[in-house]
T-cell receptor
């Protein structure tokens, strides 16, 4: 089945540690996105990539890093510089043609907690 | 600046009844897209319906319809014949212009359907 896979579902980070969240899609979408969701709030954009080997900062990029070496993959690293990383992280992808043009589809999310 | 406002933190509806979830938006751009997503307790964001700013007719997808009133800048979601499985958080979102395609989210409405 086509879709977006995020792993792990739950992740724990120790002080001073970098952790990487995985996002893989087999929808052949060019654009991919990372959002952060805090309790009682909507989603906020961290980073996005519209094409392989290119990515842009979103509204809350500080303390995060990404790479886009393959079309299918857009991993997010939460660095030790992110002082409040506890949140729910959602990855999305978007096609550029056909009936699904302009629609962002989301993965199931990763819940990150600090130990 | 673009903004989405959802003024109903929570809504209750009886099974088989219709319910309207409110959404107002603010943008100065003439071209924009409006989206509704459902987020069940599992966390994934499920795309429901899309309305383009130039679309002449209100969007419909099965039991979901979008009541688009451009002059009032509102994009309310109507769910007909509510089901117990409709209980979830519902988010209204707007696509920002100028090539980012990022989504700007409201704070959501929690819908509870009771028998």
């Amino acid at each position: 089945d086509g879709g977006i896979t995020q792993s792990p579902k739950y992740l724990f980070r120790k002080e001073g540690q970098n952790v990487t969240l995985s996002c893989e899609q087999n929808l052949n979408h060019d654009a991919m996105y990372w959002y952060r969701q805090d309790p009682g709030q909507g989603l906020r954009l961290i980073y996005y990539s519209q094409i392989v080997n290119d990515f842009q900062k979103g509204d809350i990029a500080e303390g995060y890093s990404v790479s886009r070496e393959k079309k299918e993959s857009f991993p997010l690293t939460v660095t030790s510089a992110q002082k409040n990383p506890t949140a729910f992280y959602l990855c999305a992808s978007m096609g550029t043609g056909g009936a699904t043009k302009n629609i962002q589809y989301f993965g199931a999310g990763t819940r990150l907690s600090v130990l | 600046a673009q903004k989405i406002t959802q003024t109903q933190p929570g809504m209750f509806v009886q099974e088989k009844e219709a319910v309207t979830l409110d959404c107002t938006y603010d943008t100065s751009d003439p071209s924009y897209g409006l989206f509704w997503y459902k987020q069940p307790s599992s966390g994934e964001m499920i795309f429901l319906i899309y309305q383009g700013s130039y679309d002449q007719q209100n969007a419909t997808e099965g039991r979901y319809s979008l009541n688009f009133q451009k002059a009032r800048k509102s994009a309310n979601l109507v769910i007909s014949a509510s089901q117990l499985g409709d209980s979830a958080m519902y988010f209204c979102a707007m696509r920002a212009p100028y090539n980012t395609d990022k989504l700007i989210f409201g704070t959501g409405t929690r819908l509870q359907v009771f028998p």
